[in-house]
Structure formats: C-alpha cells, structure tokens
C-alpha cells in the first residue's frame, strides 16, 4: 500500500476509536470496511475543509479535482498552477488539498503542475463524488452541469414545467446560484421566448399545471403534491421532445424517472430509450447545417463540412470537438475529404478554390488549389475527392466539369474532364483508382478513365427521371450506386453502365446521400427528411426498420472504416448509428398501453 494511502487508513480508524481508547482492535478495522471507502471518507473530509477554507461551494472543490486532475478516460490529469486560482479554483482550497497529501505538485519544465498524490484515490474520489452530486444537488443544478458539459447544446435547455421548477429553486437559493447556473436559466428563458409555437403551447400548458399546484402548495403544503406535479411535467416534456430530440427526451424521462419511480415514469424512460434502437450518439454544435461528412482512415476523428464556412472534426472516442473549427473565408462548403493516409483533408465550397490541410504539420496555414487558372473566377466546388493512392485530388466545379490536380505539387493533372450538361454534386473513385464516376443533375451519370480521361460512359445514358444527388462505388469496384430527386435509387454495373434490377425507392422523402459499408454487404441511404435506410445487398430487403433521426435535412452520410457505425448529418446535428441489423429476441408481447419488442444485434 501507498504510504500517504496507509497514512490516511491510519489516521480514519484513530479518529473512529471510541472516546478513552487507546487501541485500535479488529472491531476497528472491520468497520472500516475497505481501503476505498477510507479513501472515499477522507477525501470527503477533507473537499468539505478545503471550500470552507476558500468560502466557496463544495461543489466547486469537488468538480474541480473530478475533471481537471481526473481525465474522462479514468486516468491521472494536469493542471498548471496560476497565481491566484488554478482553473477557476481558489489557490486557498488548492493549498488545503496540498496539505492534505490529496494533490501534489510538482516542477516540470520551469513550471508548477498540479496532479492527484496517487492513481488510487481515482475511484474513491468519482464515487463519492458521483453519490455527494445525487444527495445534494438540485435538478437545476445537475441539468446545469450537463448541458455545460456537452457545450451548451440548443436541445439540452429546459421548458415547461421544469423550467418553472428551476426559477422556482434559483428565486430561493439566488446566493448559491453559480455563473454557469445563472447562464443556463438565461438561455433556457430565451429559448421560452423565442421558441416555437408548439413548444410554447406545451411550456404554457405545463406551467398553468404548475401554477395551480403551487396554489395548492400554499393552501395544503403537500410536499408529495409538488413531486408529482414535477414528475407529470418532466414525462410530458419527454414525449414531445421524442419527436425531434431523442436525447434530451431520455435526459428529462429519466429524471422523472429518479424523481417518481412509477409505471407511468419507467414507461416514459422505455419510451425514450426504444424510440430509436440503433442510435448510439447525437454529436450538437451550433454554428451550421451539416453539408458533407468524412471519417478519417483510422476511424478516429469524423469531419464535418458546414455551411458556415468552418470544418469541425469530432473525436470519436469522446464523441466531442477535437479542435477549434478550421475557417475558409467566402461562403459556405460543399464538401470534405480525406487523404487515405489520413495525412490531408481537403474542403471545397464557395470560394473558387480548395483548402488542403496538411495534418501532420498543423501549424502550417492550409495550401490552395485554384479552381480556374482565371485568377477574377467566381467557380463553387461542389464536390472533391482524393484517388485510392493519394496522389490525385479531384473536385467539381460550377462549370459543370471534373478538375483533378496532383496532390504533391499542387499542379492541374491533364485537362478538364467533360460531358455533363448540368451541375455535378457528386464524385466517386473505383477502389483500385482507374476510373472516376460523377453524378450530374442532367439525370446521368458519367465514367471517364482516369489516366487519359476518355469519356467511357454515360453521355447516352438516362435513366432517372430528375437529377442526380449522390454517387458511390462498391468495395469490390463492379457496382455503383446513385440517389435520384425522382426518389429512386438505381444500381449500375460499373464495366458497362447496365441498369441492376429495379430502381430501389427505400426512404419517404428523397434521396439525397448514398454509402456502401466497408465489407460491401450493406447500402446506406440518406433521405432529406432525416431518414436512413440500410439495404442488404445479400438478401436484396431492408437490413431493419428506417433509422429515424434528429429533425433536419439529411444531406451527407459516411460509414466508419470498421464498418460498424454510421454518421449522419441532419442541421446542425450528427447522428451516430450502429450499422449492424437488428432482429427481434423474442416473440412480441403485449404490455399495455403499447406493444413493445425487446431487441438484439446480430454478430
């Protein structure tokens, strides 16, 4: 054992000795119970000195340590010391926790650095923190905390009732509000005033619930009167939420949840959590619409292209922003992609030239490829994409042509390549790099052979009764795949260009995105409502149900290299799916007030 952690074991069970005794016995140590929970005890001891020490909340000493020493991951963190408070803690809390052997420091590189004394206070300390955050912090307080952890998302925000219940507790407690607190009640009151109707409608229906039990309150003081109240507006809240917003559905369902404890409570958390089966994240940012989606090589950062102007790129191990957003100036962007060494990503947009990131040396501003030699030009890249072997960057231009430049030297590679009528949404490399395939709103689609850029199909090819969205070729190279705004979606044999079977129809609304998965058995397609559909290629049906997600035009979807999990964009916010089919564990029953299904993932 550690000596600072045998210190304090030591010191618990002296300080538990009863009154005139000067021996510690085996009564002594069974009733300690564990090193942990010695662990756990002192540091709440000691969290509770060090806030009294500082006059601040405890909550402040005790967040502070779970998120600026502890990683997500559960392992030691860092923190540099600054004069007068660390991270936003008072240097008079940090010095108690010192003296306490709880947190060290230590001189690295001319510079003070703050860590926890050992890797074995890690669990004590998320444990009792996570049981002191259930005892003593209010809903508000807690609703507080997630929605600044998950960066102030629009859908975390409370309405209706519970938001009346929040300003209810802050009116009380307006001393102990924090600024984050106080942020988060102003935000939810601007999202009340400026919602939409429905939204009003259902917060106004929920506060005049609300307000007639607050008379009660005051007329009977039913303390339980208050809790169902609380309870019937936190379900309610969630059931309209589950229309547009999954997530928080199943935030405020489970609340009620923890709060009531009922039939009508444990239905509405079953409610959330079925709702949408496959669903796995729902990624929020706030500054544009999702235009095109791209997964890094290895699977570890997803890139978002949006119609702000910026790239974001998501980590998805944390399933959060991994950077501040990479900025084109001059309009929105149409497309992302990555190099499939995963060393570049290249956007293209509004800006009559592409951006290209180098990321192996990301202190070096981005490289531009002029899309026209013509330096007043005004071209929009529509879409880009690099060859299999990385050397090649293609990209679309308003002039509905294909552009392909070498990658190295940033030099035009042959001329324009030619023959659509109409604009060009979409590009597409076979897998082994000889061919390049392009969707053209003129209803066709177009072939050329990549080293001499000869045309070999698809000027007198016209199968789809609108224009062409989207275009993908499968793993194996033979099949291409296309989305039509005549709501169809065809397969081609890439060698001739011949029709495969009937056109599919697989979403409500129209197509606007298709994917192959990695392993070549399923087809994803994306259409504007929001929906996904996966086809199995093997059995020619539906791999499930349609994969319904947030509310938001659908326009880009992307698998992960593992094949295992699918992004979608739908606004402002990415949904993340488990691609695998889902068949039923057993046979369905009848449980009242719905037929409800239990489900499991075929391997």
Not at 231 to 252: C, I, T
Not at 331 to 349: E, H, N
Not at 401 to 423: I, M, N, S
Request: proline fraction near 5%; aromatic fraction near 6%.
């Amino acid at each position: 054992m550690d000596p600072v952690q045998l210190q304090v074991v030591c010191r618990m069970l002296w300080e538990r000795r009863p009154p005139g005794s000067a021996e510690i016995g085996l009564a002594d140590l069974e009733a300690l119970k564990s090193v942990d929970r010695a662990l756990a005890d002192y540091w709440a001891d000691e969290a509770a000195k060090a806030a009294a020490a500082a006059g601040i909340p405890e909550r402040s000493v005790r967040r502070w340590v779970g998120r600026q020493l502890i990683t997500s991951g559960g392992l030691r963190g860092q923190a540099l010391l600054e004069a007068g408070a660390t991270q936003g803690l008072d240097d008079r809390a940090l010095h108690s926790l010192i003296e306490a052997h709880l947190v060290r420091a230590e001189r690295r590189r001319g510079a003070l650095w703050l860590e926890l004394a050992h890797d074995r206070l890690i669990e004590p300390v998320l444990q009792d923190n996570k049981a002191w955050e259930e005892e003593n912090l209010s809903a508000l307080e807690r609703t507080a905390d997630a929605w600044e952890r998950a960066g102030r998302p629009a859908g975390g925000l409370l309405t209706g009732g519970p938001l009346a219940e929040a300003e209810l507790w802050a009116a009380a407690h307006a001393a102990e509000l924090s600024p984050g607190e106080g942020d988060f009640l102003a935000a939810c009151r601007r999202e009340r005033s400026h919602g939409r109707t429905r939204r009003l409608a259902a917060a106004a229906a929920v506060l005049l619930v609300l307000g007639l039990v607050a008379i009660l309150f005051a007329v009977r003081g039913q303390h339980k009167a208050r809790r169902e109240a609380l309870v019937h507006g936190l379900v309610a809240q969630a059931r309209l939420a589950l229309q547009d917003n999954l997530d928080l559905a199943v935030l405020l369902a489970a609340e009620a949840d923890h709060l009531g404890g009922t039939s009508q409570t444990r239905h509405a958390l079953f409610e959330a959590l079925t709702a949408s089966p496959s669903l796995t994240a729902l990624l929020r940012h706030s500054r544009g619409r999702v235009l095109s989606l791209a997964f890094h090589p290895e699977g570890h950062l997803l890139a978002a292209a949006l119609d702000d102007g910026t790239v974001q790129l998501w980590d998805m191990r944390g399933q959060q922003t991994a950077a501040a957003p990479l900025r084109v100036s001059g309009g929105r962007l149409w497309s992302v992609a990555w190099s499939p060494d995963g060393r570049r990503l290249a956007a293209a947009g509004e800006q009559a030239f592409l951006q290209l990131w180098d990321r192996a040396t990301p202190s070096l501003p981005p490289r531009r490829l002029a899309l026209d030699t013509d330096k007043a030009s005004d071209l929009v890249g529509w879409a880009l994409a690099f060859s299999p072997d990385g050397r090649t960057l293609a990209a679309t231009t308003s002039k509905d042509e294909v552009r392909r430049w070498d990658v190295a030297t940033g030099a035009p590679v042959g001329p324009p390549l030619r023959g659509p009528d109409d604009w060009v949404p979409a590009l597409a490399w076979s897998p082994d790099g000889k061919h390049l395939a392009a969707a053209s709103m003129d209803k066709k689609l177009y072939l050329w052979e990549a080293r001499s850029g000869r045309l070999l199909w698809g000027d007198d090819r016209e199968r789809h009764a609108e224009g062409i969205y989207s275009v993908a070729f499968h793993p194996d190279g033979r099949l291409l795949a296309s989305a039509s705004h005549d709501g169809s979606v065809i397969l081609w044999n890439a060698a001739d260009g011949a029709q495969q079977g009937w056109p599919l129809h697989l979403v409500e609304g129209l197509p606007r995105s298709v994917s192959f998965s990695r392993d070549g058995r399923l087809l994803a397609v994306g259409g504007h409502r929001g929906e996904v559909a996966l086809w199995d290629l093997e059995t020619k049906r539906p791999a499930g149900p349609l994969l319904r997600g947030p509310a938001g035009d659908l326009i880009s979807l992307a698998f992960a290299p593992g094949g295992g999990i699918l992004a979608t964009g739908h606004g402002s916010t990415i949904a993340l799916w488990s691609a695998e089919p889902s068949v039923p564990l057993g046979r369905r029953s009848r449980l009242r007030p719905a037929a409800l299904a239990l489900w499991r993932r075929r391997a």
